[in-house]
């Protein structure tokens, strides 16, 4: 919201927001976890315990469009902040509370983080290898997705403030974005009974759509459709697979994905992975070299989208 131009003011307790230490590396004191989840925030430390953290915090509650909070189920009910307070002080604030998993229910209250999230949602059970060990997703995607719907919540709010001129409560918590992220394993369990395992790279409805071997680096490949499939197998000098009984439709390449793969990557082995990739995804052929995060920052199309700035 503060990329948008929001004017966010983030309160911090007296000894400071505890990803301030989560590192190396480190500018100054602040650690680059950090600066990354607060860039363009103005910072204020503020002891809500207080009462004049409170006469502060409700200060500044009167020209505040939205309050968004993370604080333990009770804690500012404790302080007499709680959301029924704030809403009969302030009829038209937006008030989002983030949790773990929500204020009430078995597990309401509790405290959860990303990595224990992904594991008790079921992301874990569908991510790593094949017969593998569950693994968790290396980025943090249930924060990432819950920051998302808090933020698609609270312009719902907004909209319908502008109609009816009365806040509302945005209840949004780890657990249910985390489950919400299930797709297609949800659907696919509902519809056969079956339970999801690790299968690396591959996806459980579509083939070929994994990681294969090149003459040089991996690749990855996503097809999608039957002419996809075409486009991929002529390129690669295996204009006969896709007349292939085994490989005519997605439904029977999923069937047979072992022996396609082994099929491609024959082919594959003869091609420069780099050079490949670029002239299928201009053929339309959805694929992408496997790279690291200095390639990825340095790629022209990087920089043509401005998605790195200096500020």
């Known amino acids: ?25 480190f500018l100054g004191d602040a650690a680059s976890y950090f600066l990354g989840v607060n860039r363009n925030k103005r910072g204020m430390a503020v002891d809500l315990s207080q009462e004049m953290g409170q006469e502060l915090f409700l200060a500044m509650l009167e020209n505040t469009d939205v309050l968004i909070e993370n604080f333990k189920t009770g804690t500012l009910e404790r302080w007499g ?7 009969r002080r ?24 990303d ?17 593998g060990q ?12 819950t ?11 907004l909209n319908e403030r502008a109609e009816s001129g009365k806040g509302q409560f945005v209840d949004v918590s780890l657990y249910d974005c985390g489950m919400s992220l299930l797709h297609p394993h949800l659907p696919n369990y509902f519809l056969s009974g079956k339970v999801a395992e690790p299968s690396g790279n591959a ?21 999608g459709n039957n002419r996809q499939f075409a486009t991929l197998c002529r390129m690669i000098d295996r204009p006969d697979l896709p007349m292939d009984e085994r490989f005519i439709s997605n439904s029977q390449r999923n069937i047979n994905r072992d022996a396609l793969k082994t099929q491609l990557e024959a082919a594959l082995a003869h091609f420069d992975c780099a050079d490949l990739s670029e002239r299928l995804i201009k053929a ?7 790279r690291g995060i200095d390639q990825v920052i340095a790629d022209p199309h990087t920089i043509h989208r401005e998605m790195v700035v200096n500020i």
């Open 1 to 25: 919201m503060a990329d948008h131009g929001a004017d966010v003011i983030k309160l911090e307790p007296p000894a400071g927001d505890e990803t301030r230490g989560w590192g190396p590396p």
């Open 81 to 87: 902040l709680g959301r029924d307070d704030l809403s």
């Open 203 to 223: 996806h459980p409805n579509i083939s070929p759509y994994d990681t294969f071997a090149t003459g040089t680096d991996p690749i990855f490949l996503a097809v």
């Open 115 to 131: 990595a224990a999230v992904q594991a008790l949602c079921g992301i874990m059970s569908v991510n790593g290898e094949q017969g």
């Open 147 to 157: 920051g998302l719907n808090a933020v698609i919540g609270i312009l719902m709010a």
């Open 284 to 290: 339309g052929v959805p694929c992408g070299a496997v």
């Open 90 to 113: 302030f009829p038209r604030l937006i008030h989002c509370r983030v949790s773990g998993f929500g204020e009430d229910g078995p597990m309401g209250g509790l405290p959860g983080y």
């Open 134 to 145: 569950p693994l968790r997703v290396g980025v943090p995607v249930v924060d990432i997705a």
